[in-house]
């Protein structure tokens, strides 16, 4: 059986963005920001693919937005600095 799980648009800090990635029926296992240098990565669960949208991924620091191609199991880690900054 297949779940989608959407994540609102709206304005999210760091920490609520966390949560609300890390829910309890969420494919990821870790999220974690490096405090020296503010790079993210995360950890998707065995068995479990998932797909964010590129937006998403590019305010957690992956510049590319990964494509929007769906990321298998394993560990990703961003390309620059988590930017919860608004923009006018």
């Known amino acids: 059986m ?17 949560t609300q990635l890390l829910q309890a029926r ?4 870790t999220i974690d920001m ?8 995360f950890t998707i669960s065995n ?9 998403i991924l590019t305010l957690l620091g992956f510049a590319d937005g990964l494509g929007g191609h769906w990321l298998q199991e394993g560990t990703y880690q961003g390309d620059h600095l988590c930017d919860f900054s608004t923009t006018k």
Do not use: V
Not at 2 to 18: F, V, W
């Open 2 to 18: 297949l779940r989608n799980e959407t994540i609102e648009p709206g304005l999210y800090s760091y920490a609520s963005m966390r």
């Open 26 to 29: 969420s494919p990821l296992k």
């Open 34 to 41: 490096f405090r020296h240098d503010g790079i993210l990565n």
């Open 47 to 55: 068995g479990w693919e998932i797909q964010l949208t590129n937006g």
